[in-house]
Nanobody, 118 residues
Framework: QVQLVESGGGLVQAGGSLRLSCVAS????????MGWFRQAPGKEREFVAA???????ADADSVKGRFTISRDGAKDTLYLQMNSLKPEDTAVYLC????????????WGQGTQVTVSS
């Protein structure tokens, strides 16, 4: 059974940093694209960043230069280093994964809350 478990969220002041982790289990993820999404109250879920198995990265304009996505294939773990946090970054952050044969992200974690105070 595939499982994604996020951790690392919390309350931080504006300008601060957090590092999120997502541990994947249940099958091999070495060839997957893995990504981070976020959902704020009353808003739709939005893409934050993604990384392919070969290390290619895509990220949203709103986080460019502040957030860095990375992965440790040996540990099946995805990371999101978040610096210079802003109140508008407040959301539940979710990780997801999809194989090369999937057109959409198939597996999702439960999310971790990030709250940035002004």
């Amino acid at each position: 059974q595939v499982q994604l478990v996020e951790s690392g969220g919390g309350l931080v002041q504006a300008g601060g940093s957090l590092r999120l982790s997502c541990v994947a289990s249940g099958r091999t993820f070495s060839r997957d694209t893995m990504g981070w999404f976020r959902q704020a109250p009353g808003k739709e879920r939005e893409f934050v960043a993604a990384i392919t198995w070969s290390g290619s990265i895509a990220d949203a304009d709103s986080v460019k230069g502040r957030f860095t996505i990375s992965r440790d294939g040996a540990k099946d773990t995805l990371y999101l280093q978040m610096n210079s946090l802003k109140p508008e970054d407040t959301a539940v952050y979710l990780c997801a994964t999809r194989s090369s044969s999937d057109s959409e992200y198939r597996y999702w974690g439960q999310g971790t809350q990030v709250t940035v105070s002004s």
